[in-house]
């Protein structure tokens, strides 16, 4: 049986979607046994290439394809590519967090890893859909984003937290009642496929983030931080973070864990 992080890392890189989905199932079910391997001691490798490189075309967020052009299956592919590329990503940086911050309760773990095989649904989810059109991940351009916030964070456990689950999943809080509006241009098959996806990944996330918030109070507890560095941590990870959202989605956040003083920084 592999080392527990060394098991995380092999299939963090791992590009070919068939063998990452089937080692995230065997460490899924066999987690208990899987982690007794763990040596918190394995050495922290640096993560210098991100696994969907393989198969995609990188490019600045200001040059992805325009997602607004509904009216055509291209659109619709650009627009459901965008969104698979998201979730393919949420599975390594779920699979990160797990590798790379040691010496933890188990039950981080343990929580980094349900992530990250609920990611992994979500994914399957999506793909479907965007096969059904036709079309491969990998097809479109996409945008490092949520990688790159992952390379800012990887030494610091509260800003980790704080920026990927606490503000960038979070965000997609906010995103889900917009990005479910889209249906209506959709055709009726289309649409029925997508607004079921969406009801899951909603349901999903308000744990993800909730997770994440947890994680954020107990490093800043173990660690001597306050807090009330959610707002400088997050803009140090994600440069140009924007707090001031027209339409924040105060239930699912409340439902996650957000603090009504946290909330206000949204405002």
């Not at 095989?117 to 999506?126: Q, V």
């Not at 289309?190 to 009801?199: D, G, I, P, S, V």
Request: aromatic fraction near 14%; glycine fraction near 6%.
């Amino acid at each position: 049986m592999s080392e527990f992080f060394s098991l995380l890392e092999e299939i963090r890189n791992e590009s070919i979607w068939k063998k990452k989905g089937e080692g995230l199932a065997i460490l899924q079910r066999g987690f208990s046994n899987i982690y007794s391997t763990a040596k918190h001691s394995v050495p922290v490798g640096n993560w210098d290439t991100v696994s969907y490189s393989h198969f995609t075309t990188e490019v600045p967020g200001a040059k992805v394809p325009d997602r607004n052009n509904l009216d055509t299956t291209h659109g619709q592919a650009v627009f459901f590519h965008a969104i698979v590329h998201i979730e393919y990503t949420a599975i390594d940086l779920a699979l990160d967090h797990a590798y790379r911050f040691r010496n933890l309760p188990e039950e981080y773990y343990r929580d980094w890893i349900q992530v990250a095989h609920e990611e992994t649904l979500h994914f399957e989810l999506l793909l479907k859909i965007l096969h059904s059109l036709g079309y491969e991940y990998g097809d479109f351009p996409v945008h490092s984003g949520l990688y790159q916030a992952a390379k800012r964070s990887s030494e610091d456990l509260c800003m980790r937290m704080a920026a990927l689950p606490g503000y960038m999943e979070a965000n997609g809080l906010d995103a889900h009642a917009f990005l479910s509006s889209k249906a209506a241009r959709f055709p009726w098959q289309l649409q029925k496929a997508f607004l079921e996806a969406m009801e899951i990944i909603a349901r999903d996330e308000i744990q993800h983030v909730a997770y994440g918030l947890r994680w954020f109070r107990y490093a800043c507890h173990q660690f001597g931080r306050s807090e009330l560095e959610y707002k400088q941590l997050v803009e140090r990870a994600v440069p140009g973070a924007k707090f001031h959202r027209k339409h924040l989605n105060r239930e699912a956040r409340r439902k996650a864990g957000f603090s009504e003083s946290e909330l206000a920084l949204f405002a």
